[in-house]
T-cell receptor, first 116, second 111 residues
Framework: DVKVTQSSRYLVKRTGEKVFLECVQDMDHENMFWYRQDPGLGLRLIYF???????EKGDIPEGYSVSREKKERFSLILESASTNQTSMYLC???????????????FGEGSRLTVL | LAKTTQPISMDSYEGQEVNITCSHN???????ITWYQQFPSQGPRFIIQGYKTKVTNEVASLFIPADRKSSTLSLPRVSLSDTAVYYCLVVSNTGGFKTIFGAGTRLFVKA
C-alpha cells in the first residue's frame, strides 16, 4: 500500500522558533509537494520538488523553505515561526511518469502546527 | 489563471445520486481537472481526473462540458460513509506549475 508519512501529527511552537516538518514517501515518486490547508481557503501550494535537490516555489512560499536531499524525503522549514503560520500542513507525492499535470497526488495525514 | 468555485455544503440521503459542480472559468488548454475526497484528520484522497467529456471509474463519474469551464462530480447511490469534504482541483502549467484547489464542498449524507 502506498504511503506518505509525516513525522508529527501535532506540534506547538513559539513565535520565532525554527520548525522542521518532515515527510517521507515509500513509493519511489519523483515529485513531492508541501501544502497548507486553512478553513475556507482549501489547499495552497507552498513548495514542490521534482527531483533530489530541486525545488520550486508554489503560490505561498514566503516564510518557508524546503530541503530534498534524498528522493524519499522532503522537509518543510519555517525559519522563524509566526502566528499566521498556524495551520494544517500536508505533504504529497506523485509519480513523474504521469507528468506534473496529470496523475494522482498521494497525501500524508497532515501535521497540525500551532504557533503561540 | 483558473480559479475554482464550488458550493460550500450539500446535504443528501443514503441511496441518492449526488452531483457537485465546480466552476473554473479561466481554465487553460492544457489544464487537468481532478477531484479529491477528505475525511477529518486525514489527507485528501484521489477520486477521479479528467480533461474533457466524461470519465467513469468504480466510485464516481466526472462530467466536463465542451467549454471545460465547469465540471461535475457525480457520486452514485451515496452512503453515510461518503460524508466528507470534496475538493475540485485544476492542475495547470500555464505561467508555471500550479495546483488550484477549490475551498471544498462539505457533503453530509443522512440516513
Amino acid at each position: 500500500d502506498v504511503k506518505v508519512t509525516q513525522s508529527s501529527r501535532y506540534l506547538v511552537k513559539r513565535t520565532g522558533e525554527k520548525v522542521f516538518l518532515e515527510c517521507v514517501q515509500d513509493m519511489d515518486h519523483e515529485n513531492m509537494f508541501w501544502y497548507r490547508q486553512d478553513p475556507g481557503l482549501g489547499l495552497r501550494l507552498i513548495y514542490f520538488s521534482y527531483d533530489v535537490k530541486m525545488k520550486e516555489k508554489g503560490d505561498i512560499p514566503e516564510g518557508y523553505s524546503v530541503s530534498r536531499e534524498k528522493k524519499e524525503r522532503f522537509s518543510l522549514i519555517l525559519e522563524s515561526a509566526s502566528t499566521n503560520q498556524t495551520s494544517m500542513y500536508l505533504c504529497a507525492s506523485s509519480l513523474v511518469g504521469q507528468g506534473l499535470l496529470a496523475g494522482e497526488l498521494f497525501f500524508g495525514e497532515g501535521s497540525r502546527l500551532t504557533v503561540l | 489563471l483558473a480559479k475554482t468555485t464550488q458550493p460550500i455544503s450539500m446535504d443528501s440521503y443514503e441511496g441518492q445520486e449526488v452531483n457537485i459542480t465546480c466552476s473554473h472559468n479561466n481554465i487553460a488548454t492544457n489544464d487537468y481537472i481532478t477531484w479529491y475526497q477528505q475525511f477529518p484528520s486525514q489527507g485528501p484522497r484521489f477520486i477521479i481526473q479528467g480533461y474533457k467529456t466524461k470519465v467513469t471509474n468504480e466510485v464516481a463519474s466526472l462530467f466536463i462540458p465542451a467549454d471545460r469551464k465547469s465540471s461535475t462530480l457525480s457520486l452514485p447511490r451515496v452512503s453515510l460513509s461518503d460524508t466528507a469534504v470534496y475538493y475540485c482541483l485544476v492542475v495547470s502549467n500555464t505561467g508555471g506549475f500550479k495546483t488550484i484547489f477549490g475551498a471544498g464542498t462539505r457533503l453530509f449524507v443522512k440516513a
